[in-house]
C-alpha cells in the first residue's frame, strides 16, 4: 500500500483567511476520517465519509468547517474566517470497510495549521 | 459516550528496562475495538493492534505484548527490553464495533527511552 498522504504539511495563516487542505488516502479504502490534534492531546473525530457520502458531522466542525470527497477519492477540508482556536494537527485516515469486516484506520502525516 | 483514560502522562526509563502503559476506557456498548497507536516524532500515527471486545486473549508480538481485562476496562501495553527507538507518544483507542467506527482516543502516553 501507498500510504495516506496529505497536504500541505505546514499552514501558516492570519486569522480571518481561509485555508484548504487535501487527504488522498489508501487507494481502495473506501472510508475517510478527519481528526484534530491539538498540543498534548489525543486526536478528535471531525467528520466521516463512506465513499463520496459525508455520513457524520461532530458537534466539533462548526459551521465555519466544511469537507467533501467528490467522487469518492481525496478529500479537501476548508477553514473559513479561521481563528487562532483553529490551530492544531488536522489528521486524516482511511480504512476499508467491507461485508467481511473492515481494516483499521491508516493516518496520513497531518497537515499542521498555525493561525497568527 | 466512550471515553479512555491514559494517566501517564509521561514515561522515562533506561534503555533495556521493560515499561508498561496503562488504558481504561468507559463504553456501554457490549462489543466493541480497542487500538493502540504509535506517534513518533515526526508526528504520523502508526497502527500497532486491534483487539474485539470478544477476544481477552493477551498478545505478544516480538518486544510488545498486550493486556486486555474487560473485568477491569483496561487494555495495557507493556514493551520488554525497551529501546531508544521506542521513543514515542503512544495512544489507547476505543471504536464502535459497527456504524461509524470513529476512534476515541486517551490523551497518550510520551515514553522517552533514555540510552
Known amino acids: 500500500d501507498t500510504g495516506v498522504s496529505q497536504d500541505p504539511r505546514h499552514k501558516i495563516t492570519k486569522r480571518g483567511q481561509n485555508v484548504t487542505f487535501r487527504c488522498d488516502p489508501i487507494?481502495?479504502?473506501?472510508?475517510l476520517y478527519w481528526y484534530r490534534q491539538t498540543l498534548g492531546q489525543g486526536p478528535e473525530f471531525l467528520t466521516y465519509?463512506?465513499?463520496?457520502?459525508?455520513?457524520?458531522k461532530s458537534r466539533l466542525l462548526s459551521d465555519r468547517f466544511s469537507a467533501e470527497r467528490p467522487k469518492g477519492s481525496f478529500s479537501t477540508l476548508e477553514i473559513q474566517r479561521t481563528e487562532q482556536g483553529d490551530s492544531a494537527m488536522y489528521l486524516c485516515a482511511s480504512s476499508l470497510e467491507a461485508l467481511a469486516g473492515f481494516r483499521e484506520q491508516f493516518f496520513g502525516p497531518g497537515t499542521r495549521l498555525t493561525v497568527l | 459516550a466512550q471515553k479512555v483514560t491514559q494517566a501517564q502522562t509521561e514515561i522515562s526509563v533506561v534503555e533495556k528496562e521493560d515499561v508498561t502503559l496503562d488504558c481504561v476506557y468507559e463504553?456501554?456498548?457490549?462489543?466493541?475495538?480497542l487500538f493502540w497507536y504509535k506517534q513518533p516524532p515526526s508526528g504520523e500515527l502508526v497502527f500497532l493492534i486491534r483487539r474485539n471486545s470478544f477476544d481477552e486473549q493477551n498478545e505478544i508480538s516480538g518486544r510488545y505484548s498486550w493486556n486486555f481485562q474487560k473485568s477491569t476496562s483496561s487494555f495495557n501495553f507493556t514493551i520488554t527490553a525497551s529501546q531508544v527507538v521506542d521513543s514515542a507518544v503512544y495512544f489507547c483507542a476505543l471504536s464502535e464495533a459497527t456504524g461509524r467506527r470513529a476512534l476515541t482516543f486517551g490523551s497518550g502516553t510520551r515514553l522517552q527511552v533514555q540510552p
Open positions: 465519509f463512506q465513499n463520496e457520502a459525508q455520513l457524520e
Open positions: 463504553t456501554r456498548d457490549t462489543t466493541y475495538y
Open positions: 487507494s481502495e479504502h473506501n472510508r
